[in-house]
């Protein structure tokens, strides 16, 4: 090969290596977004696998939370701290911080929760001076929402316990 010739060759090797391929960044961004497209069906069952097991975890929460606050509920009644009156009136009442401190539970609750005492028999049927009650504990709870402008009611999970208990006239 002649000098000239070897000058030339290297020349061309140089210029085939240090071409400018505006096409390369292209090809990269397709590239990415082939891997991206790939990757979704990958990770979609794993996200709603999580989804799914934090409202289990928030249903446990709060079926926990509902049986604590039943035995707080059924511990006043034995303790006679509930007034009759609220509990043959049947009005629903208002779960509080102070009533879920009393039941143990430490966190923020992201429901509105009431409870009610709801009459379901009585023996004998005419008041005489003791009457047994069979009473239904109700716990209402309610998903607190930011949004107003939902025009559907939201869901309500409700707990429901039989509470018997004597009641002496007079």
Known sequence: MK???????????????????????????????LIALCILPLIYPHIFIL???????????????????????????????IPWQQIESGIATPIDESMLQAAGYSGV????GTYQFVKVRQRPPKPVDKVAYLFQLEFIFTEKSERKDLKKELPKTTYKYLVPMEHAEG
């Open 3 to 33: 000098p000239w010739q070897r000058r030339q060759n290297r020349k061309f090797i140089k210029s085939a290596i240090f071409t400018k391929r505006p096409v390369a960044l292209l090809e990269v961004i397709i590239a990415f977004a």
């Open 51 to 81: 989804r799914s097991e934090r409202e289990f975890i928030s249903a446990v929460e709060l079926d926990h939370l509902a049986s604590r606050l039943y035995a707080d509920r059924l511990q006043k009644l034995y303790q006679n701290e």
């Open 109 to 112: 609750l992201p429901y509105t």
